[in-house]
Structure formats: C-alpha cells, structure tokens
C-alpha cells in the first residue's frame, strides 16, 4: 500500500520524509504547514532574545531548542515546537537523533494554519505526556497563556494581556514582557 494510501501513518511513514518537509505526525495523521508569517517569526525572535537574556542573567545549564526540531512523543505522534526547554539532568535521557519523550518546558506561537492543533491537539499530547508547563503565545489577541501541569492535566496558572508579564513557574526568573513579544 502507498504511503498516500493509508488512513493512519507511522513513525515510518514520517521517517521517509525528504529532511525539512513542513510536516508533523499528529494523532498518526500527516499534517503539512505552509511556513510561519512574519509575525511569527518576529515573536520567535523577541522570544530568543528573552531567553539569551535569561541564561545570562541565571546560568542555567538546560538546552533550549527551536523549530524545526522532531519531538517523538510515540509511534503516532512526532511534532515540532517553536521552543522547547529540556532540564539539564534530563538532557541525554531526551536528546537523541531526535527529542525522544516530553520536553520540561514547550512554547507555540499560534498562527492561522496551526492554532487548532496547538490548542487542541498537540496540547492533550503534551498534557498525556508530561510536558511540565505549556506557553501559548497569540499574535492576534496580542497575549500569552501559561498552563502548568497538575495532577496529570493542565491548569491555567497565568493569562498574560499586552501591559503584563508572564512569569515561568518551571523556571523562576523566566519573565516574559508580553509587549516585547510585539514590538
């Protein structure tokens, strides 16, 4: 049976893929994203700078990631963060070929083609698995929401407008001024 032909894709399937391919493995459906606006990619820069700002200021030894970059959570499910965190203790335990297993700490941007799956999707994936806190940045509303994992589900620990800061309970001291983010 062809690739194109199945109804469900693999781990395999998603292997075969030509290296870069705008895809992600979602609930073991192939799903394809044209590339991020500018908006995005202006968020994930201000967001790099906030993060550089912060290794500095506090020193701390964990890997910070960004797309693209395979996160395999199983068989059926391989995405792709904007930013990810792994604690230092845990980074030979996840870093691999790929990231194998739930980051600490996982940022999306939400963009037109992807917000579903970030908010829906990819979320319940990251919460079934363990991702310890979850950033959702939203260009349009122009605000960040903060969820922490408790008890093996998400709970809305922050909701950060334009005039706020969103504060990181995983990382104390990774504050992010949301007006920043739209500069």
Known sequence: MLTADKKKYTIDDYLMLEEGAPFQLINYDLIMS?????????ILYALSEIIVLYNIQHGRKGQWLYSPMDVKFDEGNI????????AEDRKKELIKDRIEGAPDLIVEILSPSNAYYDLRQKKDIYEK?????Y???????QNADLYILKERAY?????????????????PGFDIEVSKLFQ
Not at 135 to 141: E, H, K, S, T, W
Not at 162 to 168: G, N, R
């Open 129 to 133: 698995y363990g991702v310890k806190e």
């Open 155 to 171: 709970v809305l620990e922050q909701k950060a407008q334009l005039t706020e800061v969103l504060k990181s309970v995983l990382l």
């Open 135 to 141: 950033i959702i940045i939203d260009p349009i509303q």
């Open 34 to 42: 044209p590339s991020p606006l500018p908006i995005h990619q202006q």
């Open 79 to 86: 995405v792709q963060p904007d930013i990810l965190y792994i």
